[in-house]
């Protein structure tokens, strides 16, 4: 009886050891694909910020060019106003 109790005993705690060999392997190929797939999302989080950020400067870039363009027409129409006006000053005063 003793014996069979020792075999069963050792039987078991061999199982026991063996499955928490492939508990922890499993744990670890769980652990490392979560791992991937987390730096996966990063990569495209920072993909997509690095796209954002060449997109700003880009309008940026182009506000200015458009708000130096829009100077310069409202100072040459502004000019040309000035001409106007002391043109009509001097036709009133004829």
């Known amino acids: 009886m003793n014996k069979i109790f020792i075999f069963v ?3 078991f705690t061999i199982a026991e050891f063996s499955s928490c060999g492939l508990r922890e392997k ?12 987390v730096d996966e999302k990063l990569k495209k989080i920072d993909s997509a910020l690095q796209n954002t950020g060449t997109m700003l400067d880009t309008m940026k870039n182009k506000s200015f060019e458009s ?26 005063k004829k």
């Not at 708000?67 to 009133?92: A, F, G, N, P």
């Open 9 to 11: 005993f050792i039987l």
């Open 26 to 37: 499993a744990e670890q190929k769980i652990n490392e694909k979560i791992d991937q797939t």
């Open 67 to 92: 708000m130096d363009s829009v100077k310069y027409k409202l100072d040459s129409v502004s000019k040309e106003i000035k001409e106007m006006i002391d043109r009509q000053k001097e036709l009133l």
